[in-house]
C-alpha cells in the first residue's frame, strides 16, 4: 500500500452519477452511399438514346407501320408527319374465295380487282393474302404479284391467286398492300 503524496488535494469532486436507462434501440447515424452521379447520368443518357431510336424508326418506318396498321395514320396527323399508305389511292374490289378439288387436291383460289383512283400512274406494290376462320383468327398467309408493275390513273388490273391444301376452317380471306420482301 502506498500512501498519498502529501500536495495532493483532500477532496474529490465527483459528478452526479447518471440515471441509468434501459438500453434500447441504439440510433446511430445512417450511412449514406456515395453519390452515383455517374449511374444517373448513365441511365438518362441511355433513356434518350432509346427514345432517339424509337422515334428515328417510328419516323423512317411511317410507310410501313401505316400500311401495317392503318389506325396510326391518324397519330401521324395528330404529330403533323404526312403519312401515305402503301398503295395509297389503289381501291382493292371484288375478293372472292373459292374452294375446289384440282386434281384430287383442295385448292383456294382468290381472284380480286385493283384500282387506281388517282390521277397519276401508280406502281402495284406486292400483295399479301391472309386466311383466317369464322373467327378472323389467322390461319396461313402468302405473297404473291400481279402481272402488272403500274396502273395508270383510272385504270384496273385483276389478279389472282391460289394455294394448295388450305387449312380445313379457312372461311374468310383479307388481301393488303406490302413492300417488297428482299431474299
Do not use: C
Not at 450511412?31 to 443518357?45: I, Q
Not at 375446289?100 to 380487282?113: A, K, W
Not at 405473297?143 to 385483276?158: K, N
Amino acid at each position: 500500500m502506498q500512501t498519498p503524496p502529501s500536495d495532493m488535494p483532500w477532496q474529490v469532486h465527483v459528478p452526479p452519477p447518471v440515471e441509468e436507462t434501459p438500453m434500447g434501440r441504439v440510433s446511430l447515424p445512417a450511412l449514406m452511399p456515395p453519390e452515383r452521379r455517374r449511374a444517373r447520368y448513365g441511365n438518362v443518357l441511355l433513356l434518350g438514346v432509346l427514345v432517339g431510336l424509337v422515334a428515328g424508326l417510328a419516323y423512317f418506318g411511317q410507310e410501313r407501320i401505316v400500311s401495317g396498321w392503318p389506325q396510326a395514320k391518324a397519330f401521324y396527323d395528330f404529330i403533323g408527319v404526312e403519312s401515305t399508305a402503301l398503295g395509297a389511292g389503289l381501291e382493292l374490289s371484288n375478293i372472292k374465295l373459292v374452294r375446289r378439288r384440282i386434281d384430287g387436291q383442295d385448292v383456294v383460289i382468290i381472284t380480286g380487282s385493283i384500282f387506281n383512283e388517282t390521277n397519276e400512274p401508280q406502281a402495284l406494290p406486292t400483295l399479301q393474302a391472309t386466311l383466317r376462320n369464322e373467327q378472323n383468327q389467322w390461319l396461313d398467309d402468302w405473297t404473291f404479284r400481279t402481272d402488272r408493275t403500274e396502273l395508270q390513273p383510272g385504270e384496273a388490273a385483276s389478279f389472282s391467286t391460289t394455294i394448295p391444301n388450305p387449312p380445313e376452317a379457312s372461311k374468310r380471306v383479307s388481301i393488303t398492300f406490302i413492300e417488297d420482301v428482299v431474299e
